[in-house]
């Protein structure tokens, strides 16, 4: 669980309310805002189509502390690494449910890199199109 008093904003990677396996091909990006075992969905934005930057400029632009996602390419983590966001990589499940885990401190971030065929923009991953 977190800390009373203590505030941040959570970015939540998902396709229709799930949390996606596939970071580039996500569809939604939902804002949270926590506060000690509280949280509240501030905004959800949808992502049009399948680029890969367009995840990481939404989450970026929200600014949040943390990012709760199922993979995320090396691409990606130098970017959030750059603006001082801490990944948690691994999530599955519906996105609230996900947010519940989370701010019980159950949730843990396991490595889950995408790696292996290269796409034209220069995104790396294992899986399946």
Same mark, same amino acid.
């Given at each position: 669980?977190?800390?009373k008093g203590i505030k941040?904003? /959570? =970015?939540?990677?998902g396709n229709d309310g799930v949390v996606s396996t596939h970071f580039g091909h996500s569809n939604e990006v939902s804002?949270?805002?926590v506060y000690g075992n509280h949280f509240d969905k501030l905004e959800t934005v949808q992502i049009i189509g399948h680029e890969h930057e367009g995840v990481p400029r939404v /989450? =970026?632009?929200f600014e949040?502390?943390?990012i709760i996602c199922g993979s995320l390419g090396e691409k990606a983590k130098k970017r959030f690494e750059e603006h001082g966001i801490s990944m948690m990589t691994g999530a599955n499940g519906p996105v609230d449910h996900?947010?519940?885990?989370f701010i019980q401190g159950v949730l843990k971030s396991v490595e889950s890199?995408?790696?292996g065929h290269t796409h034209d923009d220069d995104h790396d991953c294992h899986h399946d199109h």
């Open positions: 669980m977190l800390e941040m904003r /959570v =970015c939540v990677v804002l949270y805002e /989450v =970026c632009s949040p502390d943390v996900v947010m519940s885990l890199t995408c790696q």
